[in-house]
């Protein structure tokens, strides 16, 4: 704690500082200063009880007494008002914090490398950071700031005690000693827990979603999921509450030892103090001011331990947000990146490229170079997981290669910087986002809306007829979890997604599977208009449709990560290989049957 302590006070005072300087200033000057009167307040308090304990008549004595207890009065006022300055700005601060700690969050989940989203680890370390971390960095913040004022208030009667009679103020901190450690102990126990079940919590959590949420909620019935689904979670419940029962008898035992030390400590010290009172060590008037000061210091060290305990646990959690930020940082593209050659590019070239998935046992792709030139279509095709998404996203400049490079022109999209690239790369991905927006939203994507480009993108792609029959049209939400929310069929959502392709006018367009849901009309219209729509730009498509890959001006035909083969329909027909077996077997599904046509 005592390592940890200081890393962490001072993270915590930066972000508040960053958050809002005055509010932070506030809240620890407020606090400190209050601290300030509370000893005056007590050693104001001596004098009063000096005065009533002298020799004389009562009346006399009172009289005496009153200037000081002017002075304790005026401390507590101003004692009062300092505090409940502080408070305000502590409690301006909470929100404050908050929003700039998940600012900070997403700032970096939306920029990391892709394929950190391919790491568990990382999935961890966000998910703890995201649910727990950002949370309690409100937490651990407010914590500081009341451990402080405790300290502070702990500190003034320890001040006031040691003014006093110097033997007193050691009394009070021993009282300190056996609450720390057990408020310590059990935040440290429920910590581990936590660690413990992190992963666990993640799948209990996923299997709450698939038998709460509306998506699956269809398949749950359909394969008649519940029984299957409902015991996994019993299971991970169960280890959850074993995990947490425990902690529960645990933390019991730690707090039952702590009060116990606590209170045998209070006997020592109110002992020892009668001890000096019979040795005529200190008269009683400082006697009577050392048991408000200690009684005083006890309520300010049981809200010091308190707070060092919620700032204990908060602090690793905290710790878990600062852990993901660094993590995450490590995980962000070169900073350096120059911008793409400006103008239309007239090559994209990949030369012998490979790339692994991390965790992956074998790469998925394997020495691959293609060739793509402006005005051109090239399609990719191969069986189920030869390679071809993960080559598009490479082309896109989502995923750097491990060995090899991608060139736009002459540019090695290494050395470019990822976002200006994107914004010139258009990919409509085989599984794209059903964004919960409106339907203008989910083609205009965030991009200046242009309402002309809008509709013309729309019936390229075929979604106007999509549009036309929405209530609010464009404005329609597509999403029934909300208030007049719609939803689309596959088909139609991907016509949708098909017209961000064309919405966002980038040089690079590549499309993955993009007619895999609509019909024999449509899938044929937006191929035709595919074709078209590559004049002056670079179409990469990839499709299982092999009748309409002929148009396209190059395939490459790629088996286990490796280009097979490549070249113009006809040519690869003539050669007779993997594209000629996979043409032909499709072909002959719609050879007609020699009994059916009899
Ligand atoms: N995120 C990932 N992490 C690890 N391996 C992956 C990931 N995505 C794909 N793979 C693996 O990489 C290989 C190539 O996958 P890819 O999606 O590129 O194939 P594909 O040719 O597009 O397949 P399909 O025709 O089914 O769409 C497969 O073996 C797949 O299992």
């Not at 057990?182 to 919590?201: E, G, P, Q, W």
């Amino acid at each position: 704690m005592l390592r940890r302590f200081p890393m962490l006070v001072t993270a915590a005072v930066r972000l508040a500082w960053r958050a809002s300087r005055a509010d932070t200033a506030v809240a620890l000057g407020g606090n400190l200063a209050a601290g300030v009167f509370t000893a005056f307040g007590l050693l104001a308090t001596s004098d009063v009880l000096a005065s009533l304990f002298a020799a004389g008549p009562t009346p006399g004595r009172v009289r005496a007494a009153l200037p000081a207890l002017a002075l304790v009065g005026a401390a507590a006022a101003l004692r009062g008002a300092l505090l409940a300055a502080a408070g305000w700005a502590q409690a301006r601060l909470k929100p404050q914090v908050e929003r700039q700690a998940e600012t900070r969050l997403f700032e970096l989940t939306t920029r990391v490398e892709l394929t950190a989203f391919d790491d568990h680890e990382f999935h961890n370390a966000m998910r703890r950071a995201r649910d727990n971390g950002v949370p309690d960095t409100a937490t651990v913040v407010e914590m500081t700031v009341s451990a402080l004022t405790g300290a502070v208030g702990l500190a003034a009667p320890a001040v006031a005690l040691g003014l006093l009679h110097p033997a007193l103020m050691p009394l009070l901190l021993v009282t300190a000693v056996p609450a720390g450690w057990a408020a310590l102990r059990t935040a440290r126990l429920r910590y581990a827990a936590f660690y413990r079940l992190s992963a666990a919590r993640r799948r209990k959590f996923m299997l709450s979603d698939l038998m709460a949420e509306r998506q699956p909620a269809a398949e749950v019935r359909a394969f008649t999921l519940r029984g299957f689904l409902l015991g996994e979670y019993d299971r991970v419940a169960e280890l959850e509450q074993r995990v947490q029962l425990d902690v529960a008898r645990r933390q019991t035992g730690a707090k039952a030892a702590g009060d116990l030390l606590t209170g045998a400590a209070t006997v020592a010290v109110y002992a020892a103090l009668g001890g000096l009172l019979a040795g005529g060590v200190i008269p009683l008037s400082v006697a009577g001011a050392a048991v408000l000061a200690i009684r005083a210091g006890q309520s300010s060290l049981a809200a010091c331990v308190l707070s060092l305990n919620k700032l204990y646990e908060a602090g690793l959690y905290f710790g878990d947000y600062l852990n993901f930020r660094a993590l995450a940082a490590e995980r962000l593209p070169p900073p350096d990146g120059a911008a793409p050659p400006a103008g239309d590019f007239g090559r994209v070239t990949a030369e012998g490229v490979t790339f692994r998935y991390p965790g992956a046992a074998a790469p998925a792709l394997t020495d691959v170079s293609v060739t793509v030139r402006r005005g051109e279509v090239i399609a990719l095709v191969g069986e189920n997981g030869s390679g071809k998404t993960t080559l598009a996203k490479l082309l896109a400049g989502l995923y750097r290669p491990d060995s090899g490079t991608i060139r736009w022109d002459d540019a090695d999209l290494a050395g470019l910087d990822g976002d200006a690239l994107r914004r010139r790369v258009a990919v409509i991905a085989q599984d794209h986002t059903r964004w919960p927006l409106t339907v203008r939203e989910n083609i205009v994507m965030g991009r200046p809306l242009d309402e002309d480009r809008l509709a013309g993108a729309a019936a390229a792609a075929g979604a106007d007829r999509v549009v036309d029959e929405l209530p609010g049209g464009y404005d329609a939400l597509l999403d029934r979890r909300f208030r007049g929310g719609h939803d689309l069929s596959g088909g139609q959502w991907q016509r949708v997604a098909a017209a961000r392709g064309f919405y966002r006018d980038a040089a690079l367009v590549i499309f993955d599977e993009p007619t895999s849901a609509l019909d024999a009309r449509a899938e044929h219209a937006l191929f035709e208009r595919i074709r078209r729509h590559a004049d002056g730009r670079t179409v990469v498509l990839i499709t299982h449709r092999l009748a309409s890959v002929r148009f396209a001006d190059r395939i490459y035909v790629l088996d286990h990560g490796r280009v097979a083969e490549s070249g113009a329909h006809a040519d690869l027909l003539a050669a007779d290989g993997l594209y000629a077996e996979l043409y032909r077997l499709q072909a002959s599904a719609f050879q007609p049957d020699p009994q059916e046509v009899a």
